[in-house]
């Protein structure tokens, strides 16, 4: 087995879940977005496109679980009626997430992102971001298409977008 077999199974451990339960309890203290030195999870990553060098960066993002709230309406009316409940976003979370770190670092492409832990109120994904100017990624052949691709995220290039199209399934996508 390779290298990344093994991570795999590591996450599947009793010990991992303890100490995700330990990082999870830290993340709550964090801020929303949090700039990382590496990934969490490194064959997770890689697989989605990471790569140790300059110009891609990790940032660990936090979402808040389940439907957004909404403004109570002005002007009276019975509460099942103010439209406060049963509002389910039209894009999937991981999606959201990657409009939201996009938004906050727009110099940056966003690459991919992947799950990484949940608590009872938040889920939390690394999103994998690329600097299209800078020339270690000019220079490397697999990411010189993601240069081309301007703000790719908002047009739902990225695989969570996709998915919140409704892309890659059914008939011609087995």
């Not at 496109?49 to 990790?58: C, E, M, T």
């Not at 389940?66 to 894009?91: D, F, I």
């Not at 938040?122 to 800078?134: G, K, R």
Request: one cysteine or more; a positive charge; glycine letters at 8%.
């Amino acid at each position: 087995m390779g290298m990344y077999k093994y991570l795999k199974k590591t996450y599947k451990s009793p010990e991992y879940k303890e100490l995700m339960k330990q990082r999870i309890i830290s993340w709550n203290k964090q801020p929303v977005m949090v700039k990382l030195e590496k990934p969490s999870k490194i064959d997770r990553a890689r697989t989605l496109g990471y790569k140790a060098k300059q110009g891609i960066i990790v940032v660990r993002a936090r979402i808040r679980k389940g439907t957004q709230k909404r403004e109570t309406p002005s002007g009276g009316r019975k509460p099942l009626k103010a439209g406060k409940t049963k509002h389910t976003p039209v894009m999937n979370l991981q999606h959201i997430t990657e409009r939201r770190v996009a938004r906050k670092y727009p110099n940056l492409e966003v690459l991919n992102s992947y799950y990484v832990g949940e608590s009872g109120r938040h889920i939390w994904h690394e999103v994998i971001l690329v600097d299209p100017e800078h020339p270690c990624i000019k220079s490397d052949k697999e990411l010189k298409t993601i240069i081309k691709q301007k703000r790719r995220v908002f047009r739902g290039l990225t695989s969570a977008g996709k998915r919140s199209r409704g892309l890659g399934k059914g008939k011609g996508h087995e």
